[in-house]
């Protein structure tokens, strides 16, 4: 029984390892910046992460709700809309 419980605590420690490796902590100044961006095209900033090298923010615009992806330069490259 003890053998079973420390495979299984083994296996979820190597899982939650995995997954911090995949975290990217954004500089709270870029997200500050992001936010400063959105907002004054009228979005309302919810969330801001990293995805495949893009900052990704949704936001809430007009009772729509959308994904925002901009590159290092804080250029958006493309917008989502999930209805």
């Given at each position: 029984?003890?053998?079973i419980i420390a495979l299984a605590l083994?296996?979820?420690a190597?899982?939650?390892a995995q997954a911090s490796d995949d975290y990217i902590k954004i500089d709270p100044a870029k997200t500050q910046q992001i936010e400063t961006l959105l907002t004054e095209q009228g979005y309302d900033v919810r969330k801001?992460?990293?995805d495949d090298g893009l900052y990704e923010a949704y936001a809430?615009?007009?009772g729509a709700r959308y994904e925002i992806y901009l590159?290092?330069?804080l250029t958006?490259?493309?917008t989502e809309i999930d209805d």
């Open positions: 029984m003890t053998r083994a296996i979820t190597g899982t939650m801001i992460e990293m809430l615009k007009d590159d290092s330069n958006v490259v493309k």
